[in-house]
Every structure is written in structure tokens, then in C-alpha cells.
């Protein structure tokens, strides 16, 4: 098993940085077919083959998945698409 864990600090209000957050996890849902929702502040996801959290506070964004086989072949082109929606948006 693979396992994704990335971490990437912010400015924003806790509020903006949830929202930010969703709008990845769209992103994320419409490319991987994954499910989602939130737990407090930290937003689950899944699907075959991953399981993952994204944890939010008003200073950091603490994106953690593992993947299994399949995907974990895949774990580069994974982890560069969440850097790409993270950097859209947090900057």
C-alpha cells in the first residue's frame, strides 16, 4: 500500500480555507470518482483502492491518503494533481 502525506500552510481564515478545501475535493471527486464529506474540520474521502483525509485549521492543510495497489502505481501523477488544486488554491 501506498501512502500520500502533504501538508502545505496558509493565511486564510478557517472558514475560506474549508471552502477552498471543498472545491478541491470537487475537483478530486470529478477526476477519481471519489465520495466525500466532512467530519468537524477535516474532510473525508474515498473509493476503491484510496481512502484519505484532508485536515483543515486556520494555519495548515494536511492532505493524508493511502492507496492501494492499483492506484499506489500511480502515487506520482496522484500526488501532482493535488499539489495543482492545492496551489490554485492557497497559492
Do not use: C
Amino acid at each position: 500500500m501506498s501512502h500520500i502525506d502533504i501538508r502545505r500552510t496558509h493565511g486564510r481564515p478557517l472558514k475560506e480555507a474549508k471552502a477552498a478545501i471543498e472545491r478541491v475535493a470537487e475537483h478530486l471527486a470529478e477526476k477519481f470518482d471519489v465520495e466525500y464529506g466532512w467530519e468537524g474540520n477535516t474532510l473525508a474521502f474515498t473509493r476503491g483502492g484510496v481512502d484519505g483525509h484532508i485536515a483543515v485549521s486556520s494555519k495548515e492543510v494536511h492532505v493524508t491518503a493511502q492507496l492501494g495497489f492499483l492506484l499506489g502505481a500511480i502515487k506520482g501523477p496522484i500526488e501532482r494533481e493535488i499539489h495543482q488544486y492545492l496551489d490554485r488554491e492557497f497559492g
